[in-house]
């Protein structure tokens, strides 16, 4: 299993491959997980795929807030996608072996969609407060130009603040364990495997977390404070709930996004106890969101919910 590779490149590593040994602690059975977890993928897809048919087909959904919530479907199916074929044929056909650059690989890119999403809620929540405070100034603020300008933006912001994530992670030494107690190639994981010292990549998984994930939290908190602030001076309480309703789908996204990422930190420290909990919180993070977002913002949002109607009953009609 273990082998020296001889290209120079790559001679820091004394292991060919990591084993992917799914969930911790319940090998035996874990296949069982797979059905939940495939329909799990398969709501995701759809769902987001049916969201991206109808912004796309009604005329009254071209507006920045639907387009935010389509770049946000894009970044959700991407998500689900980097990890769940890979855990599916691990629980299926025991497709445990994942070669160094690959693993590198998914580690990049679930940190690049990861720190996406929380990107795109803030762009979201910038949107609704733009919307609520300044009506007047909307159409001149958030135009088709500034969707695309901060989307670009959160696009070159995550992908180069994340490669040095895998890039410090292969600059450790693996030299003799290389089966990793998880569904996927998370950082501390992988790390967690290596002979020499690993706190450079602690420190700038911290790092990453306080800066992006921490300052997108911030800002989607004080959006949502000014948000209230200017719904309170509003004389007519039927406006102040219509101005809240707007966001209440946002919020429980963004609640549920951000409660699981810190239950998973905190879980993380138990991880010798219970090594099962922060591994399966990583991988339900991961594919319920993709799953939850669509189908929170259909049935919460008028228009979508118009236009899911529309676009199902031109399929009954055209069956």
Same mark, same amino acid.
């Given at each position: 299993?273990?082998?020296?590779?001889?290209?120079?490149?790559?001679?820091?590593?004394?292991?060919?491959?990591?084993?992917?040994?799914g969930f911790?602690?319940?090998?035996?059975?874990?296949?069982?997980?797979? %059905?939940?977890?495939?329909?799990?993928?398969?709501l995701?897809? *759809? +769902?987001?795929?049916?969201?991206?048919?109808?912004?796309?087909? @009604?005329?009254?959904?071209?507006?920045?807030?639907?387009?935010?919530?389509?770049?946000?479907?894009?970044?959700?199916?991407?998500?689900?996608?980097?990890?769940?074929?890979?855990?599916?044929?691990?629980?299926?056909?025991? +497709?445990?072996?994942i070669s160094?650059?690959?693993?590198?690989?998914?580690?990049?890119?679930?940190h690049?969609?990861?720190?996406? @999403?929380?990107?795109?809620?803030?762009?979201?929540?910038?949107?609704r407060?733009?919307?609520?405070c300044?009506?007047?100034?909307?159409?001149?603020?958030?135009?088709? /130009?500034?969707v695309?300008?901060?989307?670009?933006?959160?696009?070159?912001?995550?992908s180069?603040?994340?490669?040095?994530?895998?890039?410090? +992670?292969?600059?450790?030494?693996?030299?003799?364990?290389?089966?990793? @107690?998880?569904?996927?190639?998370?950082?501390?994981?992988? *790390?967690? %495997?290596?002979?020499?010292?690993?706190t450079?990549?602690?420190?700038?998984?911290?790092?990453?977390?306080?800066?992006?994930?921490? /300052?997108?939290?911030?800002?989607?908190f004080?959006?949502?404070? %000014?948000?209230?602030?200017?719904?309170?001076?509003?004389?007519?309480? @039927?406006?102040?709930?219509?101005?809240?309703?707007t966001? *209440?789908?946002?919020?429980?996204?963004?609640?549920?996004?951000?409660?699981?990422?810190?239950?998973?930190?905190?879980?993380?420290?138990?991880?010798i106890?219970?090594p099962?909990v922060?591994?399966?919180?990583?991988?339900?993070?991961n594919?319920?969101?993709?799953?939850l977002?669509?189908?929170?913002?259909?049935?919460?949002?008028?228009?979508?919910?118009?236009?899911?109607?529309?676009?199902?009953?031109?399929?009954?009609?055209?069956?």
């Amino acid at each position: 299993m273990f082998q020296d590779l001889t290209h120079s490149n790559i001679s820091k590593f004394q292991v060919s491959e990591f084993i992917l040994m799914g969930f911790p602690g319940i090998h035996t059975w874990q296949h069982w997980l797979s %059905l939940p977890l495939a329909l799990l993928y398969l709501l995701a897809l *759809t +769902a987001n795929i049916l969201i991206l048919i109808i912004i796309n087909q @009604e005329a009254t959904l071209h507006q920045p807030m639907y387009h935010f919530l389509g770049i946000l479907a894009v970044v959700d199916m991407g998500l689900a996608t980097t990890i769940m074929p890979k855990i599916l044929a691990i629980l299926w056909f025991s +497709a445990k072996a994942i070669s160094l650059p690959e693993c590198f690989a998914q580690m990049y890119v679930i940190h690049c969609f990861v720190v996406m @999403e929380s990107g795109i809620f803030v762009c979201m929540a910038i949107d609704r407060y733009v919307a609520i405070c300044k009506p007047l100034r909307y159409p001149a603020i958030v135009t088709d /130009s500034f969707v695309v300008k901060v989307t670009v933006f959160m696009a070159l912001r995550n992908s180069l603040a994340t490669i040095p994530v895998p890039v410090l +992670a292969a600059q450790r030494h693996y030299c003799s364990q290389n089966q990793i @107690e998880h569904c996927l190639c998370s950082n501390l994981g992988v *790390t967690s %495997l290596s002979c020499d010292d690993r706190t450079i990549n602690s420190i700038y998984q911290l790092f990453l977390a306080w800066t992006l994930m921490g /300052s997108d939290l911030a800002l989607i908190f004080l959006s949502y404070v %000014l948000i209230l602030h200017s719904v309170l001076k509003l004389n007519s309480a @039927e406006a102040a709930s219509k101005a809240l309703s707007t966001c *209440t789908s946002h919020l429980i996204l963004i609640l549920f996004f951000y409660t699981v990422i810190v239950v998973i930190s905190i879980t993380h420290n138990a991880a010798i106890t219970l090594p099962l909990v922060p591994v399966l919180l990583n991988v339900l993070h991961n594919v319920i969101p993709p799953a939850l977002n669509p189908i929170v913002y259909a049935l919460k949002n008028k228009e979508l919910r118009h236009g899911l109607y529309k676009a199902l009953k031109l399929n009954i009609k055209s069956s």
